[in-house]
């Protein structure tokens, strides 16, 4: 029997005073799969702190047959493990239900089952720190479908409305032709609201998918599925990317701004072969080393 268990890890900052967390996506010897979240926020700080730094309490998790062990330490210092095992309750929930590790600390009043549907989320307070500045929190997900499984905790932010400048340009593992040569077959993979084009005997070429304020970006690429398509003088580029550039095949109009015979501005980029990689228009007047 096939067991999953792929881990994240993230540190971000103060987020609804969410700090850090880690993500694991198990799966069940029945087929079953698990997103397992630990996640510590900030309940207050020290007063006349300017700084605090916050102790790791997500902890560690691994998964033995159709249950999850969670071990927290502090400083090297262990300060809960417990057992969560996940057994279905019907057709379309499942019951969650918190035992102890041998010779370990445990909560001083074991947590109640908990039944939750498939694809719903639960959290449970876990620990706090020495200082009681930080709250350690569990969040499971169960379901029979492996599309449904998030890797955020509930609640981490609010939804924002989706606008062109959460949208980003993608290009994996770039070729790039020249007149329907092609001139570079591993040119780079990035991805990033502007990207930009170095091309031996050109300069650099920044793409954007929206204009740029105070500089002179002009309508005149195009992203057609997995390439971005342009013109220099007489000459016909394409950089042709694995995967799809926006997500959607197009064909769609993006803004493109030249920077006449620059260099990449970096010394390990080789200057004889393009390359392609992620940067503001701001550093459109950088130097090389």
């Not at 091309?199 to 599925?225: H, I, M, W």
């Amino acid at each position: 029997m096939r067991a999953l268990a792929l881990f994240f890890a993230f540190t971000l900052t103060a987020c609804a005073q969410l700090s850090s967390w880690k993500s694991w996506h198990f799966q069940l010897p029945d087929g079953t799969y698990v997103s397992f979240i630990s996640f510590e926020s900030e309940t207050g700080r020290p007063t006349g702190s300017a700084f605090y730094t916050m102790p790791d309490l997500t902890g560690n998790a691994r998964l033995y047959g159709k249950t999850i062990e969670h071990v927290i330490d502090e400083h090297g210092r262990k300060v809960l493990a417990y057992r969560l095992v996940i057994e279905p309750a019907g057709e379309v929930a499942y019951l969650l239900t918190i035992e102890p590790v041998a010779g370990a600390p445990f909560f001083l009043q074991a947590p109640n089952p908990l039944q939750i549907l498939d694809g719903q989320r639960a959290e449970i307070d876990l620990a706090t720190s020495r200082d009681g500045y930080v709250k350690a929190v569990a969040s499971i997900q169960v379901t029979r479908y492996e599309r449904r499984l998030s890797n955020m905790p509930a609640g981490m932010a609010e939804p924002h409305d989706l606008t062109l400048d959460a949208l980003q340009l993608m290009v994996s593992d770039a070729q790039v032709f020249k007149n329907n040569v092609r001139v570079a077959e591993h040119a780079g993979g990035v991805s990033g609201n502007t990207l930009v084009a170095y091309l031996p005997g050109v300069g650099r070429v920044f793409f954007s998918l929206l204009p740029q304020k105070d500089f002179d970006f002009t309508k005149t690429a195009v992203v057609e599925n997995n390439r971005i398509i342009f013109d220099i003088g007489v000459d016909h580029y394409e950089i042709a990317s694995q995967g799809s550039v926006i997500g959607q095949p197009g064909p769609w109009n993006i803004y493109m701004l030249r920077a006449p015979n620059t260099t990449p501005c970096d010394s390990s980029v080789d200057a004889s072969k393009p390359f392609i990689w992620s940067e503001g228009p701001e550093g459109l007047n950088c130097q090389a080393p």
